[in-house]
Every structure is written in structure tokens, then in C-alpha cells.
């Protein structure tokens, strides 16, 4: 099922929709927006604060669990915005006197997948993390628990440009580094999910039998779901 559904009545084709999906998902088909794509739909809903005409809206089946984002004004874009990744949110600071981590465990440079060549000599049988943008900041320990020991990559799903390029180079990675094993670490908004999407096409593309583990943290930095965890647990239960 979808996760936006675009009212025909009130769409009268104007477009301005279609560059706010990055995933390429919407189309103007016969004068009127359609999803071309569900798939590739994540469901982050920045198509939806785009339409002047309130045509587009979320399945009901599909509606975030977290509660509905604001429609933010961006002064830059002079557009609105109601994507659940964007509702402002207010966490705790850290205690008066509380230690925080100083060590760095990165290892290697360039970090940023665009700038990340599959022939470096740093990512040969190496275990790749690729992490969301965000995720190091959000999770004050990202450096002992997730970093350390691997070979970063980092992204954005939702706003980098050349998403087709990444795919590209994570196939690159896969066939002629040798990865030992992936982790992908995402935030638990919507559109965070497309990080995971990209690396099973690619591994699927590549045709290696490579380990894959998805982590997703809260915006709290809390670990929501870790698919090791999960197997670990099935494993028990197994037994």
C-alpha cells in the first residue's frame, strides 16, 4: 500500500510537488500527480506540505506513529514543510560534570560516500558502517559503540543529490573491497529508511553474500531496533 495517496479531485496537475520528492516516486501523468513509484515512496511526506491543493495525503493504514509534524514556514524555500522527520523535538542535556567521550575512533578520511573510492586501500575486507548524518550526533557514545573497528560511510537519504551514484559505488564496495560485513545506522524518522533500501539493492546487485545489520536510533540518541539484537533473541527462542 502506499504511504501517500493523492486525491485526483484535487490535483489539478500544477507540479509542484514532483521536486519535492527526491525519490523520484511522483509524476505528472496526464495532467494529473501520480505515484509512478510506491516502493520508493519513504513515506517522509515533504510532497505533501509542497501542494497548494491539499491533494496529497497519507494512507491512513501508513500514518506515522509519532504525532503529526507542524507545516514549518523554510524562509529560504518560502515553501512549507510537514515531513515527521522535521517536528521539533526537545531532549534532556547531559548532567553538570557528567564525562563525555573525547576519543575519536575514525580511521580513515574522506567519510562522505560521494567522496569514498571502492579501490582505497582502508576499505579492503573491511566491516563498512554506513550511517546517516545525523546518527552521531544524536548518539553520544556513536564512537565506542558503533564506530570503533569499522570503516565509515556516511549519507543522507533524504537531501544528498545522486542517490543513483551511491547505489553505483556501494556495488563497487561489495565486489571488489571484499566487505566483510555491513552495519547501516539510520534515525527512526521515515525517511531515514532509505539508506537500508539502498544497500540491499546494491548487495543484491553485487551478487556477495556479505552480512547486513540495520540499527535504527531514536532521535534521543536510544537504540530502537538492532536486527542482531533481533536474531540473537530468535536464536534463544530456537533453543
Same mark, same amino acid.
Given at each position: 500500500?502506499?504511504?501517500?495517496?493523492?486525491?485526483?479531485?484535487? #490535483? /489539478? %496537475?500544477? *507540479?509542484? @510537488? $514532483?521536486?519535492? +520528492?527526491?525519490? =523520484? &516516486?511522483?509524476?505528472?501523468?496526464?495532467?494529473?500527480?501520480?505515484?509512478?513509484?510506491?516502493?520508493? #515512496? /519513504? %513515506?517522509? *511526506?515533504? @510532497? $505533501?506540505?509542497? +501542494?497548494?491543493? =491539499? &491533494?496529497?495525503?497519507?494512507?491512513?493504514?501508513?500514518?506515522?506513529?509519532?504525532?503529526?509534524?507542524?507545516?514549518?514556514?523554510?524562509?529560504?524555500?518560502?515553501?512549507?514543510?510537514?515531513?515527521?522527520?522535521?517536528?521539533?523535538?526537545?531532549?534532556?542535556?547531559?548532567?553538570?560534570?557528567?564525562?563525555?567521550?573525547?576519543?575519536?575512533?575514525?580511521?580513515?578520511?574522506?567519510?562522505?560516500?560521494?567522496?569514498?573510492?571502492?579501490?582505497?586501500?582502508?576499505?579492503?575486507?573491511?566491516?563498512?558502517?554506513?550511517?546517516?548524518?545525523?546518527?552521531?550526533?544524536?548518539?553520544?557514545?556513536?564512537?565506542?559503540?558503533?564506530?570503533?573497528?569499522?570503516?565509515?560511510?556516511?549519507?543522507?537519504?533524504?537531501?544528498?543529490?545522486?542517490?543513483?551514484?551511491?547505489?553505483?559505488?556501494?556495488?563497487?564496495?561489495?565486489?571488489?573491497?571484499?566487505?566483510?560485513?555491513?552495519?547501516?545506522?539510520?534515525?527512526?524518522?521515515?525517511?531515514?529508511?532509505?539508506?537500508?533500501?539502498?544497500?540491499?539493492?546494491?548487495?543484491?546487485?553485487?551478487?556477495?553474500?556479505?552480512?547486513?545489520?540495520?540499527?535504527?536510533?531514536?532521535?534521543?540518541?536510544?537504540?530502537?531496533?538492532?536486527?542482531?539484537?533481533?536474531?540473537?533473541?530468535?536464536?534463544?527462542?530456537?533453543?
Amino acid at each position: 500500500m502506499p504511504l501517500v495517496r493523492i486525491i485526483e479531485e484535487l #490535483c /489539478d %496537475g500544477c *507540479g509542484e @510537488c $514532483i521536486p519535492s +520528492c527526491h525519490e =523520484g &516516486a511522483l509524476k505528472i501523468v496526464e495532467g494529473k500527480a501520480r505515484l509512478v513509484d510506491a516502493a520508493a #515512496c /519513504d %513515506g517522509a *511526506g515533504a @510532497c $505533501i506540505g509542497e +501542494c497548494p491543493r =491539499g &491533494a496529497i495525503v497519507f494512507e491512513d493504514a501508513a500514518m506515522p506513529k509519532a504525532p503529526p509534524a507542524p507545516v514549518l514556514h523554510d524562509p529560504v524555500l518560502g515553501s512549507a514543510s510537514s515531513c515527521p522527520g522535521a517536528a521539533h523535538r526537545t531532549g534532556a542535556a547531559p548532567a553538570a560534570g557528567e564525562p563525555l567521550a573525547a576519543v575519536s575512533a575514525l580511521r580513515q578520511w574522506p567519510i562522505q560516500l560521494h567522496l569514498l573510492s571502492p579501490a582505497a586501500p582502508f576499505l579492503a575486507g573491511s566491516d563498512l558502517l554506513l550511517a546517516a548524518d545525523c546518527a552521531a550526533f544524536a548518539c553520544g557514545g556513536f564512537h565506542a559503540q558503533w564506530l570503533a573497528g569499522r570503516t565509515l560511510a556516511i549519507a543522507c537519504p533524504k537531501l544528498d543529490a545522486g542517490q543513483e551514484a551511491y547505489e553505483e559505488k556501494l556495488v563497487a564496495m561489495l565486489r571488489h573491497a571484499s566487505l566483510a560485513s555491513v552495519t547501516v545506522v539510520i534515525m527512526e524518522v521515515p525517511c531515514c529508511a532509505g539508506l537500508v533500501r539502498l544497500v540491499q539493492r546494491a548487495v543484491a546487485r553485487a551478487g556477495v553474500a556479505v552480512p547486513v545489520r540495520v540499527a535504527v536510533l531514536g532521535v534521543d540518541g536510544a537504540l530502537v531496533f538492532d536486527s542482531a539484537r533481533e536474531l540473537a533473541a530468535a536464536a534463544r527462542a530456537a533453543v
